[in-house]
């Protein structure tokens, strides 16, 4: 298969490639499109034959669990069997925008869009691109990211490319995402919200709408049974190359590597001492959340593609403001 790649501007966005891709998507095809997170792989959420095709092109493992996107809250009701208030106020405050939800599904949403379970994971991106496709197509997308499974999640079009060249029909390339890092997931079917994956919207942000919510420290994945959310898995989001974390200063680690003749890659804050040494790759990240969460994923592909042996991680402070970026990081770490 050829993986056609479109342009297209998001400030202005051209109603023909809008069409274009749609017309793949009622066909049963695959779309990559721009998410403010990070780019999703789209099927038709509702057509278990288009969804099998997204679990075909990750290699995905059929106990975790998609995500299906809508183009506007009231979309809901097409996809779950109860709209709570928890919900409804959750998705005034945050919709569109970075935020999952889980809650009880109806029986027009295929099993294999959620591993099996009673529950369906919805949200409303906050991308003009995204959302004019999603209008266009008329129905509900499941959308994981579009990377294979278990490798780096794509922030521009390249990565796609890189991952699902051939796989997929059409790449809607509208440049890097802002956000960097993956929704926020909240089960709603509980008594007590929980958090199933942090993300760019803190647990703080919630409470100060739910009241309490129960965090995800005491949960364990079961990898062989079906998920409650993705980004579950114990490795995910990982680069080729193996990666390892150090709290805070890594610089001794990074120092113990290079003299063992070995390529490394360090992504940390501030001025490393071993910054000039050869063999080192540095990269200073952002000290905000934000702006290290909008470059991360870059930075690991950038570093997967430069033949290194090992790359090192100094892990951003242990609180909740980092806590996204700590999740995503030690799910990446193959040692």
């Known amino acids: 298969m050829n993986t056609k790649i479109l342009a297209i501007d998001p400030e202005k966005i051209e109603p023909d490639a809008i069409v274009q891709a749609a017309r793949i998507l009622w066909n049963g095809g695959l779309v990559a499109f721009p998410t403010e997170t990070v780019y999703g792989l789209g099927a038709n959420a509702l057509d278990a034959a288009a969804v099998a095709r997204i679990f075909a092109a990750k290699g995905r493992p059929s106990s975790n669990p998609l995500i299906v996107h809508l183009h506007e809250a009231s979309e809901a009701r097409k996809v779950v069997a109860a709209w709570p208030t928890a919900a409804n106020r959750l998705a005034e405050r945050f919709w569109p925008g970075p935020l999952t939800l889980v809650l009880p599904k109806r029986p027009e949403v295929p099993d294999i869009v959620t591993a099996g379970a009673p529950t369906v994971a919805v949200r409303v991106p906050a991308h003009p691109v995204a959302l004019a496709l999603l209008r266009s197509v008329g129905w509900p997308l499941a959308a994981p990211s579009a990377n294979r499974s278990s490798e780096l999640s794509p922030t521009r079009a390249e990565h796609v490319l890189r991952s699902l060249g051939g796989r997929i029909e059409l790449i809607l390339d509208a440049g890097p995402t802002t956000g960097g890092i993956e929704s926020t997931v909240l089960d709603l079917t509980r008594q007590l919200p929980r958090l199933l994956r942090p993300g760019l919207i803190r647990p703080a942000e919630l409470e100060a709408i739910l009241g309490p919510i129960e965090r995800t420290s005491d949960i364990q994945a079961v990898e062989s049974r079906a998920l409650p959310s993705p980004g579950m898995l114990s490795r995910h989001y990982a680069p ?64 997967d593609d430069a033949g290194l042996d090992r790359l090192v991680v100094s892990l951003p402070p242990d609180t909740e403001a980092w806590a996204a970026i700590r999740d995503r990081l030690r799910r990446a770490a193959h040692l």
Not at 254 to 269: K, R
Not at 279 to 285: A, I
């Open 240 to 303: 080729r190359t193996p990666l390892e974390c150090v709290e805070v200063d890594a610089s001794e680690r990074v120092e113990q590597l290079l003299a063992q003749g070995l390529h490394v890659g360090w992504v940390t804050f501030s001025p490393a001492r071993a910054a000039a040494a050869p063999g080192l790759v540095y990269v200073p990240m952002p000290e905000d959340p934000a702006g290290y969460a909008a470059q991360l994923y870059a930075v690991l592909h950038q570093l």
